[in-house]
């Protein structure tokens, strides 16, 4: 099994419909990361938590919003998606202990296409 | 601004010949650089790391350099397969804040 899980792998929806990108890891990592990938924009970080209690805004938060519902859990919802969220979606974790090198650690990816 | 620029956007060449791939950025303070491969529908996997210090690293048929003067890193890939095509993602961590700056990447295709 992987060992950061992200469902559904593919998701067609129409404008108006409320996504949720769910992500699950099992590293015991405490830092989950969400990205989006654009072809020729390279990743961009949508939302980042670096344990539980904490959530912050990455550089294109808007019309995004996160839950991290547990260590392992880290959701992403578009409340009313529209046409220019069609991206594929990376959630990602990495482990900040000491001796850390910050490599993030990428799940499959969560293709989404708004109509 | 902080920023990271690989180049070329795309590469085609055949199997078994050798590419070098760049990456010059502006990131400043630098803590460390990371080449990432990602095949086709997958997520991005770490292929190498280079810090201030690290002039050279090899990691299989892929050899990372890193000049920390003139800010730039290359990944050369020697004996090309198949299998190395890909998209290589050149991410560059500041230091102290965490952040981290990715590169566009480089669209790699072998042909046989």
């Known amino acids: 099994d992987a060992d950061v899980t992200q469902t559904p792998r593919n998701r067609i929806t129409k404008t108006g419909k409320r996504i949720m990108l769910e992500c699950s890891q099992t590293?015991?990592?405490?830092?989950m990361y969400w990205y989006r990938q654009d072809p020729g924009l390279g990743l961009r970080l949508i939302y980042y938590?670096?344990?539980?209690?904490?959530?912050n805004k990455g550089e294109i938060s808007d019309g995004y919003s996160v839950s991290r519902q547990a260590q392992a859990k880290f959701s992403l919802s578009l409340e009313s998606a529209i046409p220019n969220q069609t991206a594929l979606y990376f959630c990602?974790?990495?482990?900040?202990?000491?001796?850390?090198?910050?490599?993030?650690?990428f799940g499959e990816g969560s293709r989404l296409t708004v109509l | 601004k902080n920023q990271v620029e690989q180049s070329p956007q795309s590469l085609i060449i055949l199997e078994g010949k050798n590419c070098t791939l760049q990456?010059?950025?502006?990131?400043?303070?630098?803590?460390?650089l990371r080449w990432y491969k990602q095949d086709t529908g997958r997520g991005p996997v770490s292929l190498t790391i280079?810090?201030?210090?690290?002039n050279t690293k090899s990691n299989g048929r892929y050899t990372a350099t890193l000049d920390a003067d003139t800010k730039q890193s290359s990944l050369h890939i020697t004996a090309s397969q198949l299998s190395d095509s890909a998209s290589y993602i050149c991410?560059?961590?500041?230091?102290?804040?965490?952040?981290?700056?990715f590169g566009q990447g480089t669209r790699l295709t072998i042909n046989p």
């Open positions: 990456c010059n950025y502006t990131v400043s303070p630098f803590s460390n």
């Open positions: 938590s670096f344990d539980v209690k904490d959530i």
């Open positions: 990602a974790t990495s482990d900040p202990g000491q001796g850390s090198t910050g490599e993030l650690f």
């Open positions: 590293k015991g990592h405490d830092r």
């Open positions: 280079m810090t201030f210090s690290e």
């Open positions: 991410v560059v961590t500041g230091q102290g804040a965490q952040k981290l700056v």
